[in-house]
Antibody, heavy 120, light 107 residues
């Protein structure tokens, strides 16, 4: 059974930093693209970033480019999102999701999410 | 970037009704289209991929169709457990983009 468990969320002041983690199990983590998707309170889903499984290429939404960094540690089956220069509009539940198959961008399984609140 | 739109933004239907949600992409995406269901307070769940392929374990009352720019999600007979917001998403290219969602409830 695929499991994705996010952690690292919390309250942070504007301009601060936070690192999210997503522990994965139940599939061959290193072979699958992984994404972060966020949802601001009462709003829709917004894709944030992805890292490929094959070559580790990274991709970002314009709204986070230059501030967020996605990475993966295949030896620990863990996905990360380093978030710097946080803004109030980054407040959201952050979900990690895997690709539904190797060599596809299509999202499959999702974690339960971790809440990030940016406020003074 | 590819923009996704959905209609309606919300709908109210009776138990047993056939429900159809439409999704449109701002440019052709072949069949690289997925549908997700999100129940209140829960993480999204994959329903359909490749526009019309049912994710394993998803009831057959859900179906998808379309190609290019126009897509539909159909619930053949609405049940109370289908109360949720439904999102389409293109995965033709990065950045991945979602539609704004369609909130479905019971009349």
């Amino acid at each position: 059974e695929v499991q994705l468990v996010e952690s690292g969320g919390g309250l942070v002041q504007p301009g601060g930093s936070l690192r999210l983690s997503c522990a994965a199990s139940g599939f061959t983590f290193s072979s699958y693209a992984m994404s972060w998707v966020r949802q601001a309170p009462g709003k829709g889903l917004e894709w944030v970033s992805a890292v490929a499984g094959s070559d580790g290429s990274t991709y970002y939404a314009d709204s986070v480019k230059g501030r967020f960094t996605i990475s993966r540690d295949n030896s620990k089956n863990t996905l990360y999102l380093q978030m710097n220069s946080l803004r109030a509009e980054d407040t959201a539940i952050y979900y990690c999701a895997n690709a539904r198959a190797i060599n596809t961008k299509c999202l499959g399984n999702w974690g339960q999410g971790t809440l990030v609140t940016v406020s003074s | 970037d590819i923009q996704m739109t959905q209609s309606p933004s919300s709908l109210s239907a009776s138990v047993g009704d056939r429900v159809t949600i439409t999704c449109r992409a701002s440019q052709g995406i072949s069949n690289y289209l997925a549908w997700f269901q999100q129940k209140p307070g829960k993480a999204p769940k994959s329903l359909i991929y490749a526009a019309s392929s049912l994710q394993s374990g998803v009831p057959s009352k859900f179906s998808g169709s379309g190609s290019g720019t126009d897509f539909t999600l159909t619930i053949s007979s609405l049940e109370p457990e289908d109360i949720a917001t439904y999102y389409c998403q293109q995965y033709n290219s990065y950045p991945l983009t979602f539609g704004p969602g369609t909130k479905v409830d019971i009349k």
